[in-house]
């Protein structure tokens, strides 16, 4: 069967790229990262592109006038390269409905709380600040507000007293760095849909069990 091909958005260091390039390097996967696509041209993300031999493009929003000429040009990258998938991983524009409708239900991000708490910038900070015992990620569908839509995969962290942002970040991360690649998997099997907003998969006790990280 052909396998779904990924097109990966990027701003920055693309640890969770690499997750998703190596999960698709075992030819038995049922996605492959086909394009990667940065806002920015010094994204050290790219040198993990260039290194797996996938294609990628820098796509600057400086260089276009208006909001609509830079999603244009990456919704015609991503056609010109066949993508079913658009992963956003680390990707820090906000994307107008424009984009989100045209890729609506083929475009899915990660964010490092457990949506729909603590959506949008220094995540880690503010579940610190709140006194929460608990934080994670979230793999969701990608609608118009920002960090909102169907969760596909979650996982949980527990926040250990002592914690920086910088731990829980971490401790985070790798949490990340199971929950998009077996989301993409998720999807590429077909065992995913949504229904009135939510996402149902087959199986999901599977993938539940597999995603608490337990304490120490
Ligand atoms: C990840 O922690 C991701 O969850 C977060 O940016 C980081 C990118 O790291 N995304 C957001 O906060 C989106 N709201 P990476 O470049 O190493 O994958």
């Known amino acids: 069967m052909a396998r779904l091909r990924v097109g990966v958005l990027i701003s920055g260091r693309g640890t969770n790229l690499q997750a998703l390039i ?4 075992d030819p038995a996967a049922p996605a492959e990262v086909a394009l990667v696509i940065s806002s920015q041209g010094d994204a050290p993300g790219l040198a993990r592109a260039r290194a797996a031999g996938i294609r990628s493009e820098v796509i600057n929003h400086r260089a276009f006038n208006a909001k609509q000429g830079f999603e244009a040009s990456m919704d015609a990258a991503l056609r010109s390269a066949r993508i079913d998938l658009v992963c956003l991983a680390g990707f820090m524009r906000i994307l107008t409905p424009w984009f989100v409708e045209r890729w609506r239900d083929r475009l899915i991000n990660i964010h490092p709380s457990l949506l729909p708490a603590f959506k949008g910038l220094d995540t880690h900070a503010r579940v610190l600040a709140s006194g929460a015992r608990f934080s ?52 590429a099997e077909g065992r995913v849909w949504i229904r009135s907003e ?14 608490i990280n337990p304490v120490g």
Request: net charge negative; proline share 6%; glycine share 6%.
């Open 198 to 211: 939510r996402v149902e998969i087959a199986n999901a006790m599977i993938t539940n069990a597999i995603m």
């Open 136 to 187: 994670g990620c979230t793999v969701h569908f990608v609608r118009a507000e920002m960090d909102d839509g169907p969760i596909i995969v979650q996982a949980v962290a527990p926040v250990i007293q002592g914690d920086t942002p910088e731990t829980l970040a971490a401790r985070v991360l790798e949490l990340e760095h199971r929950c998009y690649p077996l989301a993409v998997q998720l999807i």
């Open 22 to 25: 190596d999960a698709g390097a």
